[in-house]
C-alpha cells in the first residue's frame, strides 16, 4: 500500500484484482490484513481462510486467523490455527512462537518453553520469541535461562525496552539488585512503564 493510499481505496484494489485472478492467495491475505487493520474480523477471518483455500502453504493467514482467536479470547482456537500453520510450513518459527505463547497464557511452562525454544531455533532473531521465551523461564523459576534468553534479545536490538524491564524483574529474584537497577532505568530511559511494584523494590536498593 503507498503511503498515498487509504485503507478503503487499498481494499477496493484488492477487491478489483481478485475479480480478474479470485484465485490469488496472496492478494486475498492482502485483502484480509486490510480488513482487519479495520478490525472487521469476520469477514477477514473469510478471506483469510479463502487464501488457504488458494495457496495451502500459506502459513502466514493461519497466524493472523489465530490473532482474530485472541481478540475472541479463543485460545484453543488459536492453538488449533497455529498448529495448523506448523503443519503447512514446519519451520515457521512464528507459529511455534504463537503456540509457545497460547500454552504459557495456559499455564503449561513446560510445553511453552519447548515450543519457544524451537521457534528462536528456526529464526533466531526472532526477538519477541526470545523475549516470551524469557517470560516462560521466569515463570518456572529459571532466572538464569530467564537472563541468557533476554540477553539473546538485547543482541538483536539493545533498545528493546521490554526485555531490559525483564531483566530488571530477573536479577532482582538473582539478588544482583545493582543490574536490576541498571536495566529499570534503560527500559525507563526508552520509554517503558516499569510495574509500580518493581520500581518500588528498585528504589529500596538504589544508593
Do not use: W
Amino acid at each position: 500500500m503507498s503511503e498515498e493510499q487509504t485503507i478503503d481505496e487499498y481494499i477496493q484494489e484488492q477487491r478489483f484484482a481478485l475479480m480478474s485472478n479470485p484465485e490469488c492467495g496472496n492478494t486475498r491475505y492482502n485483502l484480509a490484513c486490510a480488513l482487519l487493520s479495520l478490525r472487521n474480523f469476520d469477514e477477514a477471518e473469510q478471506e483469510f481462510k479463502r487464501a488457504i483455500e488458494c495457496s495451502p502453504t500459506l502459513a502466514e493467514a493461519y497466524v493472523q486467523m489465530g490473532g482474530i482467536c485472541l481478540q475472541r479470547g479463543d485460545l484453543e482456537g488459536c492453538l488449533d490455527c497455529n498448529q495448523r500453520a506448523i503443519s503447512s510450513r514446519p519451520r515457521f518459527a512464528e507459529g511455534y512462537g504463537n503456540i509457545g505463547f497460547v500454552h504459557m497464557q495456559m499455564g503449561d511452562f513446560d510445553k511453552a518453553i519447548e515450543f519457544l525454544k524451537k521457534a528462536v531455533k528456526f529464526n533466531p532473531y526472532f526477538i519477541q520469541g526470545f523475549a516470551t521465551l524469557a517470560n516462560a523461564y521466569l515463570m518456572k523459576g529459571l532466572i538464569d535461562d530467564c537472563i541468557e534468553a533476554n540477553s539473546k534479545a538485547l543482541e538483536i536490538d539493545p533498545n528493546f525496552a521490554l526485555a531490559h524491564n525483564n531483566l530488571a524483574i530477573a536479577y532482582l529474584d538473582k539478588g544482583e539488585p545493582e543490574n536490576a537497577v541498571a536495566h529499570c532505568d534503560k527500559a525507563q530511559e526508552l520509554g517503558y512503564e516499569v510495574p509500580p511494584e518493581i520500581l518500588q523494590e528498585i528504589e529500596q536498593h538504589r544508593k
